[in-house]
């Protein structure tokens, strides 16, 4: 492992442009467990009957019930050591963007700037009556479902089953991974489309990947140029150092 990491370092150090895309591995470390993990929220809540947008449309107040759980976890969360690391190495100019799967807004609460969020923010909520955009706030949720001051109902600015992922993201994360020479992919499963095809453009692009994750996954054999299993909360910081 100490040659892979000192072999991630080099090749972030050479790079003139580095960016990361990130899943929920690194957000479990601040205790938001993966949705499809054993302790994920679709354990308890069918994600086809409870986080399609037909349902939300059908039954907020049912589909609500099942947020408000989330956003409670969210709020509880802090960045980890994997989220300030990332934000260190832009800081420092290591790294010039984050495309995230998260929905928790736990990257731009560690410092980061440049970040792309691929599913949206549960830091956000969007009146479906009106568009105005509100920060999510525990005593707006605290009656479901929620109400814009116009009367509308509030929605997450989150990407539903069944919704489209919003042109500007896949745009934005398209080209970051076109452009960039290397790509750390940290904490995704890379099954999730189309997500999952980001770095294989940025292969394909001549970019070389720097995996980290816990267990294997697709890009492990046939993409990355580097897996290194572990936890993001301790590998990065020893890829930091050796930066």
């Given at each position: ?69 989330l ?19 832009e ?19 560690a ?65 970051e991974?076109?452009?960039c ?63």
């Open positions: 492992m100490d040659r892979k990491i000192i072999s991630a370092a080099l090749l972030i150090k050479k790079a003139k442009k580095v960016s990361a895309l990130t899943g929920a591995g690194i957000s479990a470390e601040s205790g938001i467990a993966p949705f499809r993990g054993s302790n994920g929220i679709w354990k308890k809540y069918d994600p086809e009957e409870y986080a399609h947008i037909d349902s939300f449309m059908n039954n907020p107040a049912k589909v609500w019930k099942m947020i408000s759980e956003l409670d976890i969210i709020f509880k969360a802090e960045p980890n050591k994997g989220h300030l690391c990332l934000s260190a190495m800081k420092s100019g290591c790294l010039y963007s984050i495309i995230t799967q998260n929905v928790d807004g736990l990257h731009q609460a410092g980061s700037r440049n970040v792309i969020e691929f599913h949206g923010n549960n830091m956000l909520l969007i009146c479906m009556a009106c568009g105005k955009k509100i920060k999510t706030e525990k005593e707006i949720y605290r009656k479901i479902p929620p109400l814009c001051p116009c009367g509308g109902i509030l929605r997450p600015d989150v990407v539903f089953f069944g919704e489209p992922i919003p042109q500007r993201a896949i745009t934005e994360s398209f080209a991974a076109k452009s020479d290397v790509m750390l992919v940290i904490g995704t499963s890379a099954v999730v489309t189309p997500a999952a095809e980001i770095p294989i453009i940025a292969k394909e692009n001549g970019a070389k990947i720097i995996e980290i994750n816990i267990e294997s996954t697709p890009l492990t054999d046939a993409v990355a140029n580097i897996s290194i299993f572990g936890k993001a909360g301790e590998i990065l910081p020893e890829i930091v150092k050796n930066l």
